[in-house]
């Protein structure tokens, strides 16, 4: 059994939180000088082999955070509701899957939720400053008052996490309950996680504690059983046991390879650069053009020649090359 | 369950069959993962349908519902024909070697002593062989042909894999699988956990399938082991403790009966509750039943209960028929033979089967008198909800009064968990409004009650004038007070017989335990087997010293368990006759030469000798029983009964229906759908979501959403049949009613061939109705039988009868 | 190029509205009120539209969302005020299109395009209404707005969410701001113009220029709205 | 396979003192500690905790309510949150998906917070006093027992029972309610007397 994380101490004293403004290593939309010394990385770690399904975690998370998501219907699978919202920071998916090489019928069960990218693609792709903000404990979390609702964090994910709240308009995801982390709490979906499936430590703790269940995965037969830690995010600060690393797409759509778009990539790189050098030069070419070439005047004759033709008086003498009137 | 939530991780194999134990006690499930992880432990479930246990388990096993005892009985049958048995344990601590009387027998699945015309047993001859000396007769050598185990190898025969295959519906090599994996515990260092709940008890031989598996369970000497027992995961917070405390017509608390019209008066009752030892030297401690009732006795009417009046025995209401349950209640209901009922925190009109017959009892009654904390469609089974409940209120003339009350977050008190611990609990919130709790309006009922009787006098009004009601505040006692009075006291000073100057109890101090109560009337109790829970030393069950010395899951010094603090029942039966332990590292208790010690509180006097005495002290015989004599109404051994509604006939007695001795109500039996009736072609059965529960969750929003509205699950194969859509909806109906549900159609569940038939399965979760935060639905009972357990009238909720076809959903008036 | 596809009747320049009025300067009208408002609202709305997007566009321009109350306001009008462009200039093009349509002098004119920047403009064709650069500048516009309000919507979270998916949203993305750069320059180049070529505001403002610089610039179109003036025999080139 | 040993040793290695490794890692280190605007307040501070159990299945699980105001004090306490007791031996701190969701089921709108009465007939509840009621309820007890008592059996033995009225008892009460009724109603000679056990 993974240890318990003791009852929080809820004396005033007690509960200010240990982290905050002074260890943010990334803020979007603005260039912060990282924190000289970084936090211990924290992770969570799902193992989904040991997931019952039983959606404690979705009813935490709800409580914790005082989340009021709408009654829905039923779709003809026990997933519910069919996916992330603005109030449903996690979600069980259910996948009914036949193991092509036993024939056995698998129920691959995932929550789904904010990974907390190492390298955070919301964070990127977001226009407002400050509006998401990585603690150098790999927690990522928005800030809703500097949320402009732009919803750019949703392309930026390569995991499909975030939403917008028709409400207010700012963007919705799992904070890993940083408050709850802050005082030293592992949050509501792993405290109330029935089958410590669901475990929360430090990234190395956790990385330790999935090679344990790995080797217990691997004894009942499940030979590509790993840990989804994927790289292409530089790693994630939530973590996935997997009995089929191999494939995790079977698990609902898990990304087999996340990484940040390359359309954001080149959206908030050459894009970003490319087009104000170019709308730089256009505006400098202008001004350029007119310190050379000096203003485009009319002139005296000009204005005659007009009012001879206005009067009409004899064409005026044509003004250009001969060749002007060839077509 | 005999042994705890927490003693699960201490398992080598895991069967989860009559259960869900990951859908329903996720909390408790914990345990199994952790066996699975730490002991390397299988996880072995048996169900109709792939369900959440199963998506975490290492093998799973399809049955058909209602064919249990065919594969438990099969597996008996599998271990011993492969001598797959822990001799060691089952010759000394179970009745293997006790010999039968002449004259008992089975035959084309009935015992000897059928009588059709009263549907009941003549029971005379299912008793063991009485020798000269007043004791039981024993073979130890197995060797005579009426010993309980050659009568069980007799009784199992038929029960073999192609048996398994054609009744049940489950492959006979995944049978063979399960066999091998159960079949390896018959090791006295490998031990198998039975997690089950109301997969096996809501059947019409819902008792039997649990002896099945506690039959098995001796035969691999896994019960009173750590890692072992028979475990039911139970529903309620407090249903163990209600049950304990006797709340059913028959019971007084701790398990002693209501007397029955036979038994006129106390000496005739105490007659049959001797409980003589059958072997020489057996504790048999029902011996000590007087003390108890007694006590209890004193508890309830105090001075009132004298030696000279019997201890007041006239005022215990007397049976005339084995027990007014709740099937029979609402049947005397729709006879219009009762006129007031009281619903405390209860929801009869979803909870009981076929709806409809129970709507038609509550509109006859005179007064409806509901206490809750929340409103229920019983409360408002007059109100008109269209589709979802259909009737007129102007001819309802039913009174109903609904009282407020408290929840568990605004009162104090215990409550038993399935592992038998009473935990107490303080209150966390104000109560809304106008709510009181439970114990202010029984306090207020009785109080009101007695004050007319003492002013109108009337019908027989002792028991009410005389009931012992002497607390501080009558109108409401405390729940401490209630507490210590469970737990029992000392009413008069008592000395040691041998030195009349030696005080052995002091009056007005709080007992330490059952073992100080006496049959003279200078002890009160309660509920003896409560007894410890508020000694002197204080509320025993508001402990919280979580240490766990030796790892070994017990938990002594957290809260109380009852009996006597002991987390695992017959824990004496851990060791060997020798009393060391059957697996040095599982330890429980032991024999250290002088008396017995270890991580539990033994079961078994403290100084008792190994081999001279029995490990299972509660039965005259000591030991366990393989054939249980005449303590079942329906056999000393299980038998195959196929549910009164069924797919096919009983292949193993095919003119027997149902269980031959369930009761059935003289109306009902027209309600049940013919044996396979084409009609009501697909096999039903309901079950509970991880997501609610029962009815109360649908009052929560955040459950709701979790699961917001009524489905069905059926095959693929089905659903390609009948021309079902994924999440379409559908309509359901057996003989007795309707609903309409969403269809989730899954791989989970696959068509059955039984006897050469194939049988499709339509799973109906209960948790809908007319009241309450998720979508509007139908309670499951709309279709379930009028029908219960031969034992204990559990209804048969798990396997009916019913037909399906896509619909475009309930009409809503 | 081949002259049949180029229009023959250069009468097509000349739109409702433009008048010569003789005197001391001519004076040519060139855009009516109606046109003159219909652009301005579309000036406007393209300006707040690259403050706005701008400010979303890069974090260095994100205090420009302080002009319209704050980030969650910049968000929310930009989407609108792209509305309203696109069915501003929806009314410019129909004014428009038909005197931007390609005639045979813009040849001609693009190749001399090293005059055009001299201001040289003895050396060009005589122009019809707009010229060449005029027409890019109409062209432009008119395909980048189409391509802004598609990949606008595809963005705009707020009502249209549902109907794309993220990958699409993306790409919408990229082209949104590749396209809103290259308004941007397109309008840099138009606004330049402007003010490089000297009376040409008040075409916009007034909405009337001078005979002179319909001489200069567009003579070709002077001269058609001579010709049509009433009791005057339509003026015709010279070929 | 027996995986006792490895986890034995993973306990060893990393984990001698999880916990205090764990709560470093959360907490980082006291010298560190600094009020930060933009992390949420923990919304436990101050509040008053309770040791209590699940409502709902018999796993019995360990919770804390959380509540502003004391009952202990005399105050009136509402309940801002309830989790799971990291404490108790079998949850572990853990809770299920009704369990984790418990606060909204003390605080749902369909509590019920006053006495009501559907007459005969009548398509509506209206709001009627405890003290009716339960004089009410009591009449109709006194009226029906008195009707209906069962003194002697047709045989002249004496039974003693009172068969047309009923009581259902609860599951999710405490023991010492349970008793209580239990006195009450055994008091009576109601023998359909029973509970949730079976369903």
Not at chain 1, 246 to 272: C, E, F, H, Q
Request: hydrophobic share 40%.
């Amino acid at each position: 059994m993974f240890p318990a994380i003791p009852n929080p101490n809820v004396a005033t004293d007690a509960a200010a939180p240990r982290f905050g403004e002074k260890d943010i290593l990334r803020r979007s939309a603005s260039t912060v000088t990282p924190p000289a010394t970084r936090l211990t990385e924290v992770a969570k770690l799902i193992d989904v082999s040991k997931c019952i399904g039983c959606k404690a975690c979705q009813a935490a998370c709800l409580e914790w955070n005082n989340l009021t998501e709408e009654i829905g219907f039923n779709h003809g699978i026990y997933t519910n509701p069919m996916d992330l919202t603005p109030d449903t920071f996690t979600l069980m998916r259910f996948t009914e899957w036949v193991n092509p090489e036993t024939e056995n019928l698998e129920w691959l069960i995932r929550k789904d939720g904010c990974m907390h990218c190492e390298d955070p693609g919301c964070l990127k792709a977001c226009p407002a400053p400050g509006a998401i903000v990585q603690y150098s404990n790999g927690i990522v979390d928005f800030q809703h008052d500097n949320c402009i609702g732009c919803g750019y964090c949703i392309k930026g994910c390569p995991f499909n996490i975030p939403r917008i709240s028709k409400v207010d308009h700012t963007a919705y995801k799992c904070t890993l309950c940083s408050d709850r982390v802050a005082v030293g709490q592992g949050p509501a979906c792993q405290k109330a996680c029935p089958t410590q499936a669901i475990v929360f430590g430090t990234k190395d703790e956790m990385k330790e504690w999935a090679d344990f269940r790995i080797k217990d995965l691997k004894s009942r037969g499940f030979e590509n059983a790993g840990l989804y830690d994927p790289p292409g995010v530089g790693g994630t600060h939530v973590m996935y046991v997997l009995h089929h690393a191999d494939t995790p797409s079977i698990y609902a759509g898990l990304p087999d390879n996340p990484r940040i778009s390359p359309l954001v990539d080149a959206w908030k790189g050459v894009t970003k650069y490319v087009g104000l050098a170019v709308m730089g030069f256009a505006a400098a070419a202008g001004f350029l053009h007119y310190v050379v070439a000096g203003p485009n005047k009319v002139s005296e004759e000009d204005e005659e020649n007009a009012e001879r033709l206005a009067d009409g008086a004899p064409p005026p003498t044509p003004a250009g090359p001969v060749e002007r009137r060839t077509p | 369950m005999t042994n705890a939530w927490t003693d699960i991780k201490n398992t080598d194999l895991v069967v989860i069959m009559g259960g869900n134990a990951a859908e329903a006690h996720p909390c408790g499930f914990k345990w199994v993962t952790e066996a699975k992880a730490n002991r390397g432990a299988k996880l072995i479930v048996v169900d109709p349908r792939y369900n959440r246990s199963a998506s975490v388990a290492d093998f799973y096993a399809p049955i058909r519902q209602g064919s249990d005892i065919v594969f438990l009985m099969a597996l008996i049958n599998h271990c011993i024909s492969h001598d797959k048995v822990q001799w060691d344990y089952v010759k000394p601590f179970t009745n293997a070697s006790f010999v039968v009387r002449e004259g008992y027998g089975y035959q084309d699945g009935l015992f000897t002593g059928y009588d059709e015309e009263k549907r009941d047993y003549n029971r005379d001859s299912w008793e063991y062989e009485i020798g000269p000396d007043g004791y039981a007769v024993v073979d130890e050598t197995l060797q005579n042909p009426r010993c309980v185990w050659n009568l069980l190898k007799q009784h199992v025969a038929i029960y073999t894999p192609e048996m398994v295959e054609r009744v049940c519906g489950t492959p006979k090599d995944a049978f063979l699988k399960v066999a091998e994996m159960v079949a390896e515990c018959s090791t006295p260092t490998k031990t198998m956990t039975s997690m089950y709940a109301l997969g096996w008890t809501q059947h019409s031989k819902g008792a039997q399938n649990i002896r099945g598996m506690a039959m098995l369970q001796l035969i691999l000497g896994n019960i009173g082991v750590r890692g072992g027992g028979m475990n039911a995961l139970r529903g309620h917070s407090n249903i163990q403790g209600l049950t304990d405390l006797g709340l059913m017509s028959n019971l007084i608390p701790g398990y002693l009966n209501i007397p029955t019209q036979k038994e006129p008066d106390f000496t005739t009752y105490m007659s049959t509750r001797a409980f003589k030892p059958l072997r020489p030297n057996q504790t048999s401690y029902w011996q000590n039943y007087r003390k108890f009732f007694v006590s209890f006795m004193k508890s309830m009417y105090g001075p009132a209960a004298t030696k000279e009046n019997d201890w007041a025995y006239s005022y215990l209401p007397k049976l005339d028929v084995a027990s007014y349950d709740v099937l029979r209640v609402f049947d005397m209901m729709k006879q219009g033979k009762v006129n007031l009922y009281f619903c405390q925190g209860f929801n009869p009109l979803q909870a009981f089967p076929d709806k409809g017959k129970l709507a038609a009892g509550l509109a006859k009654l005179k007064m409806l008198v509901i206490m809750d904390p929340l409103e229920t469609e019983t409360a408002r089974f007059w109100e008109d909800h269209g589709t979802f409940n259909k009737v007129s209120p102007a001819d309802i003339k039913t009174e109903v009064i609904q009282l407020p009350t408290t929840c568990f977050a605004e009162d104090e008190g215990s409550l038993v968990n399935s592992g038998r611990w009473l935990q107490w609990h303080w209150p966390g919130g104000s109560p809304p409004g106008e709510a009181k709790t439970d114990i202010w309006i029984m306090a207020q009922i009785h109080l009101r009650l007695k004050e007319l009787y003492k002013k109108e006098g009337g019908a027989f009004p002792d028991p009410i004038v005389n009931l012992n009601w002497s607390y501080k505040d009558p109108g409401e006692p405390t729940p401490e007070e209630l507490a210590k009075e469970m737990n029992g006291s000392v009413l008069v000073d008592v000395f040691d017989p041998a030195d009349p100057t030696k005080k052995i109890l002091e009056a007005g101090k709080q007992l330490s335990g059952f073992g100080q109560m006496r049959d003279d009337g200078t002890t009160a109790g309660g509920c003896w087997i409560f007894s410890g829970c508020w000694t002197e030393a204080g509320n025993m069950m508001a402990r919280r010293d979580n240490s766990d010395p030796g790892d070994a899951g017990m938990f002594l010094k957290w809260s109380f368990s009852w009996p006597a603090n002991r987390r695992v029942l017959y824990n004496r039966a851990s060791c060997d006759l020798d009393g060391k332990p059957w697996d040095p590292s599982r330890k429980l208790i032991e024999w250290d030469g002088a008396k017995w010690t270890g991580y539990d509180v033994p079961d078994i006097a403290p100084t008792a000798k190994p081999r001279d005495v029995g490990p299972f002290i509660m039965n005259p015989e000591g030991t366990s029983r393989l054939w249980v004599r005449k303590m079942m109404r329906d056999g000393p051994f299980p038998v195959h009964y196929e549910p009164f509604e069924s797919p096919v006939a009983n292949v193993i007695a095919p003119k027997i229906r149902g269980n031959p001795v369930a009761r059935v109500f003289k109306d009902d039996w027209k309600s049940f759908a013919d044996i396979g009736d084409p009609n009501f072609p697909y096999a039903g059965t309901s079950y509970r979501l991880t997501e609610h529960f029962h009815y109360w969750t649908k009052n929560n929003h955040v459950n709701s959403v979790l699961q917001p509205e009524q489905f069905v699950e059926i095959s693929e194969e089905l659903a390609k049949e009948k021309g079902i859509a994924l999440g379409g909806w559908v309509r359901v109906w057996s003989k007795r009613g309707e609903l309409y549900a969403k269809a989730v159609v899954t791989k989970r569940i696959k068509p059955m061939t039984i006897d050469g038939k194939t049988v499709h399965i339509v799973g109906v979760p209960i948790h809908w109705g007319f009241v309450g935060s998720a979508r509007k639905g139908f309670p499951a009972n709309t279709l379930t039988p009028f029908v219960g357990d031969a034992n204990i009238e559990t209804p048969e909720f798990k396997a009916f009868m019913v037909n399906i076809e896509p619909s475009t959903g309930p009409v809503v008036a | 190029m081949s002259a049949g596809k180029l229009k023959t009747h250069a009468a097509e320049d000349v739109e409702p509205g433009d008048a010569v009025r003789p005197g001391h300067p001519v004076e040519v009208s060139r855009y009516t009120v109606g046109a003159r408002i219909n652009h301005w609202i579309t000036a406007l709305s393209l300006i707040l539209l690259a403050l706005s997007g701008l400010a979303l566009f890069t974090p260095s321009l994100f205090f420009l969302t302080g002009l319209f109350g704050g980030g969650q306001w910049t968000r929310a009008i930009h989407p609108w005020i792209g509305v309203v462009l696109f069915f501003s200039f929806a009314g410019l093009f129909l004014r428009f299109w038909r005197a931007n349509l390609p005639a045979r002098e813009d040849g001609t004119w693009l190749a001399r395009i090293s005059d055009v920047l001299r201001g040289r403009e003895e050396r060009l064709p005589e122009i019809g209404k707009y010229n060449a650069g005029q027409k890019f500048v109409f062209w432009g516009m008119s395909a980048l707005i189409v391509i802004l309000i598609a990949s606008g919507v595809v963005m705009w979270d707020q009502y249209f969410y549902p109907y794309t998916s993220i990958e699409q949203k993306r790409v919408a993305i990229l082209v949104h701001s590749i396209a809103a750069v290259a308004i941007i320059c397109v309008w840099i180049i138009h606004v330049y113009a402007a003010i490089w070529v000297k009376g040409t505001i008040g075409a916009m403002t007034r909405g009337k220029v001078t005979g002179g610089w319909a001489w200069r610039h567009h003579r070709k179109w002077l001269r058609e709205l001579v010709g049509t003036r009433p009791g005057k025999r339509p003026p015709t080139p010279a070929e | 396979m027996n995986m006792e040993l490895s986890r034995r040793t993973f306990l060893k290695t990393t984990g001698a003192g999880l916990a205090g490794t764990t709560l470093g890692a959360f907490g980082f280190s006291e010298a560190e500690a600094a009020v930060a605007a933009d992390v949420k307040p923990f919304h436990l501070v101050n509040t008053t905790e309770a040791r209590n159990t699940c409502t709902y299945c018999s796993v019995a699980c360990g919770i804390i309510i959380y509540s502003k105001g004391d009952l202990r004090k005399g105050e009136k306490a509402d309940i801002v949150h309830i989790e799971g007791d990291a404490d108790h031996p079998t949850n572990r701190g853990t809770l299920c998906p009704k369990g984790a969701a418990l606060r909204d089921i003390v605080k749902s709108p369909t509590r019920l917070t006053q006495p009501m009465i559907r007459k005969a007939g009548s398509n509506t509840f209206e709001a009627i006093s405890w003290d009716a009621a339960l004089d009410k309820i009591a009449r109709a007890m006194k009226d029906d027992r008195d009707a209906n008592f069962v003194a002697t059996n047709s045989d002249g033995v004496t039974v003693n029972r009172w068969l047309t009225t009923g009581f259902l008892a609860a599951s999710a009460t405490t023991n010492e309610t349970a008793f209580a009724t239990y006195k009450v109603v055994r008091s009576t000679g109601i023998l359909a007397f029973d509970n949730q056990a079976r369903v």
